[in-house]
């Protein structure tokens, strides 16, 4: 069980691209794609069987997942997560201080 998801919004903690925020498009095993953040510009063919156009095209490239944090809106800040199991049995995500992520 990761603790990030894909919806989750995510502050990066490192690299180029540190302070900026965004919600995670997609995960794949430990790296994360995350909106308007890492940008880059692809060259791309056209494909007329596809109905594409060619041209530049400007997409989200991966980034390693310990290089973002979980953003904590209650304190305005990323925070680091852990998994607590409830009384009734369900595993779920918590902020160090305390808070429940996963309602």
């Known amino acids: 069980m990761n603790h990030i998801r894909k919806g ?4 990066v903690i490192t690299g180029k691209n540190k302070g900026q925020r965004g ?3 997609r995960v794949d095993g430990d790296r994360v794609f995350v909106s308007n953040v890492n940008l880059i510009k692809r060259h791309t063919k056209p494909n007329p069987q596809a109905n594409q156009a060619g041209g530049i095209v400007e997409r989200e ?9 979980l953003f904590n809106p209650a304190k305005n800040k990323g925070e680091r997560v852990g998994f607590k199991t409830l009384e009734d049995g369900r595993k779920v995500r ?3 201080s305390g808070e429940v992520v996963d309602a």
């Open 8 to 11: 989750d919004q995510v502050l």
């Open 61 to 69: 490239a991966s980034i390693h997942i310990s290089n973002v944090q």
């Open 94 to 96: 918590v902020f160090r």
């Open 23 to 25: 919600d995670v498009l």
